[in-house]
T-cell receptor, first 113, second 113 residues
Framework: DSGVTQTPKHLITATGQRVTLRCSPR?????VYWYQQSLDQGLQFLIQ???????AKGNILERFSAQQFPDLHSELNLSSLELGDSALYFC????????????FGSGTQLSVL | GENVEQHPSTLSVQEGDSAVIKCTYS??????FPWYKQELGKGPQLIID?????GEKKDQRIAVTLNKTAKHFSLHITETQPEDSAVYFC????????????FGTGTSLTVIP
């Protein structure tokens, strides 16, 4: 068990809808990272937050947004969903802000029908 | 940004044999190279990492080597066991792109009993 908790484990929704994925980092970790994993794209970095502030941005679509709350949990919001958004979404956490060991949650499997 | 290539994409070995997975990276400023193991239905788990000031690191049956000049690093698993079967990802940090991690596309390792 990595100590990173993601909910829900599975999410099935329709195109055009909006969903929220939730992540609780390991106790004491200040950084939260979001990754998208699909069969053809591998693990793609989306965004990182450090202690409530956006730290780095990767290949995140404008339809997607994230935030980290004062209690350090994070949410990833996906809107106007398309079939191609179907993927496994991972949250990871680390203590520091740079180049630290990442601890991954078990992921949320999103299926857009 | 950083580009990480990983080979092979699939690897089958007999139990007890060794397995080698190779990765190359493009950003000469990258200085941290972790390896992750992902079992079915789980998130990636850090198994070993190496920093650029070290050429080799071992942890029991697992070792990683780094050649900074050639910009490649490898994972070596000796005396493989069925429980080593998983997908393995290499990664490198992107010094010039906000310290994101860039992952390879993964190697599916099967250890045949």
């Amino acid at each position: 068990d990595s100590g990173v908790t993601q909910t829900p484990k599975h999410l099935i929704t329709a195109t055009g809808q909006r969903v929220t994925l939730r992540c609780s980092p390991r106790s004491g970790d200040l950084s939260v990272y979001w990754y998208q994993q699909s069969l053809d794209q591998g693990l793609q970095f989306l965004i990182q937050y450090y202690n409530g502030e956006e730290r780095a941005k990767g290949n995140i679509l404008e339809r997607f947004s994230a935030q980290q709350f004062p209690d350090l949990h994070s949410e990833l919001n996906l809107s106007s969903l398309e079939l191609g958004d179907s993927a496994l979404y991972f949250c990871a956490s680390s203590y520091g802000r740079n180049r630290e060991k990442l601890f991954f949650g078990s992921g949320t499997q999103l299926s857009v029908l | 940004g950083e580009n990480v290539e990983q080979h092979p994409s699939t690897l089958s070995v007999q139990e007890g044999d060794s397995a080698v997975i190779k990765c190359t990276y493009s950003d000469s400023a990258s200085n941290y190279f972790p390896w992750y193991k992902q079992e079915l239905g789980k998130g990636p788990q850090l198994i070993i990492d190496i920093r650029s000031n070290v050429g080799e690191k071992k942890d029991q049956r697992i070792a990683v080597t780094l050649n900074k000049t050639a910009k490649h690093f490898s994972l070596h698993i000796t005396e493989t066991q069925p429980e080593d079967s998983a997908v393995y990802f290499c990664a490198a940090n992107g010094e010039h792109t906000g310290n994101q991690f860039y992952f390879g596309t993964g190697t599916s390792l099967t250890v045949i009993p």
